[in-house]
């Protein structure tokens, strides 16, 4: 699994945090010592466990996962620490498969370039009253783009 936690869809966070939660005191320390090693941090996390409705799992996740820790990291800590049933929850989600961009549908579609012209021309034809082109907004490679488009339709 080469995604990472923030990745994880919200109902696979939730029952991961829900197990998670529900550990001993001792066991939920041991699992965020090895996510978190600054101890004021730990604590701060810890703290608002006091705070209704707040999962202290989820601040953990969160925090992990703004320093792009994967979800195979997760899994084997989890593993690690003997934590098979919230291993299997994260297991039992498969991500979707990387799905294709939308430009390789299109082999001969031509990569954006600089924009083609300047903000000020664009100013100057407004003054003008002339409206502005759509096409004065894309890349120099769009009109090209646009004529082999209408070339395969006809």
């Not at 300047?118 to 009253?129: A, E, P």
Request: charged content about 20%; hydrophobic content about 40%; overall charge positive.
């Amino acid at each position: 699994m080469a995604c990472y936690i923030y990745q994880l869809p919200s109902w696979v966070l939730d029952d991961l945090c829900r197990n998670i939660d529900t550990l001993s005191e001792w066991d939920w320390m041991q699992f965020a010592s090895y996510v978190i090693t600054d101890l004021t941090q730990l604590r701060k996390i810890k703290s608002m466990e006091r705070v209704q409705g707040v999962s202290i799992t989820r601040e953990l996740l969160w925090w992990w996962s703004m320093r792009q820790a994967t979800v195979q990291q997760l899994v084997d800590l989890l593993c690690h620490l003997e934590l098979y049933r919230a291993a299997q929850i994260v297991l039992s989600w498969k991500p979707a498969p990387d799905s294709l961009s939308p430009l390789s549908a299109f082999p001969e579609a031509v990569k954006p370039g600089p924009v083609a012209t300047s903000g000020r021309n664009l100013k100057d034809d407004q003054k003008k009253g002339q409206p502005v082109k759509p096409c004065s907004f894309l890349s120099s490679g769009a009109p090209l783009l646009l004529q082999k488009y209408k070339n395969k339709r006809v």
